[in-house]
C-alpha cells in the first residue's frame, strides 16, 4: 500500500507543480492589471502625464518613486502590490506613507515590478536624440501605439557587484543589458517567462527565455532576457521594429 502511495504522489507532483507555478503566475497577472488600473487613475488625475521615476529633493531620494506614489495616493493599498508570488528574493513590506522608513532601500527599491522609466518615467530619450538632463515624465498622447509599449514587467536586480541581495527586483527597468548599474532586468520567474504590463493596461506573458534561468544567477552578456521578445532592441530609436520600449 505505501509503494502504491508513493508512486501516486511521484505521478502526481509534476501536475501539483505546474499548478502551482501556474497559480503564481495568474496572481502575478492580477497584480499587474490591478497595477494598470493604478497607471489609469494618475493618467486621468495627471492630465495623462505618467509618473516619474522618482522626484528629486526627498530625503530619501527614491521614497517619491513611482511607486510610493501610487502608495502615497491611495492608488493601491500597500506595498504588496509590488510583491511577485514568484519572486526569488526577500518580500516587499509596507513602509510608511510618506516614505521616511530608513529601510526604503529594501522595501521600496526592491519591488517585484520595474517601470520603463527611460521612455515613460521620464523623457530621457537621450538615447534616442534628446535631453539628456530632462526628467519630465512622457505624456500618452507622446505614444504612437501604446498596447506595444512596455510599462511595468516581472524585474530582478542585476548589478552583479552587489550579489549579495540576491535575486529580488527592482522598481526600474532598464531597456538593454546592464550589469554595471543599479537597475532591473525582465526576470524570467514564471517557469522562463515574464509578466508584462503594456501602456495601454492590458497584461501578457511573454514567450519562454529558454537559454535563462528563472533566478537569473548566469545573467551576462551571452545569456540575458533582452536576446527574447518583447525586450529586444530596446537600444534602438523610437518605433524601430520589435522595439517595444520606445513607441513615439
Not at 488600473?37 to 530619501?60: D, I, M, R
Amino acid at each position: 500500500m505505501i509503494a502504491i502511495i508513493a508512486l501516486l504522489v511521484s505521478m502526481l507532483a509534476p501536475s501539483l507543480q505546474k499548478a502551482r507555478e501556474a497559480a503564481k503566475t495568474a496572481v502575478c497577472l492580477s497584480n499587474l492589471k490591478n497595477l494598470g488600473v493604478a497607471f489609469g487613475v494618475y493618467l486621468g488625475e495627471s492630465q495623462g502625464t505618467f509618473p516619474g521615476w522618482y522626484n528629486p529633493g526627498n530625503t530619501y531620494g527614491y521614497a517619491e518613486s513611482w511607486n510610493v506614489l501610487f502608495v502615497r495616493a491611495g492608488s493601491v493599498p500597500g506595498f504588496d502590490f509590488f510583491d511577485c508570488p514568484a519572486e526569488m528574493g526577500g518580500d516587499v513590506k509596507d513602509i510608511a506613507p510618506d516614505g521616511s522608513s530608513p529601510e526604503w532601500n529594501n522595501k521600496v527599491m526592491h519591488g517585484e515590478y520595474g517601470y520603463n522609466y527611460m521612455s515613460l518615467g521620464m523623457k530621457s530619450r537621450w538615447m534616442y536624440g534628446g535631453a539628456t538632463d530632462d526628467f519630465t515624465p512622457a505624456n500618452e498622447t507622446e505614444l504612437t501605439t501604446p498596447a506595444e509599449t512596455i510599462c511595468l514587467a516581472d524585474s530582478v536586480f542585476t548589478l552583479q557587484s552587489h550579489q549579495a541581495y540576491g535575486q529580488r527586483g527592482y522598481y526600474v527597468l532598464s531597456p538593454w543589458f546592464n550589469s554595471t548599474s543599479w537597475t532591473g532586468a525582465p526576470a524570467a520567474r514564471h517557469v522562463l517567462r515574464a509578466n508584462v504590463l503594456w501602456a495601454d493596461s492590458h497584461c501578457t506573458t511573454s514567450d519562454p527565455m529558454q537559454g535563462l534561468t528563472e533566478s537569473m544567477s548566469s545573467y551576462n552578456t551571452g545569456d540575458n532576457p533582452y536576446m527574447y521578445a518583447p525586450f529586444t532592441n530596446g537600444s534602438a530609436g523610437p518605433n524601430t521594429t520589435n522595439n517595444f520600449w520606445s513607441r513615439y
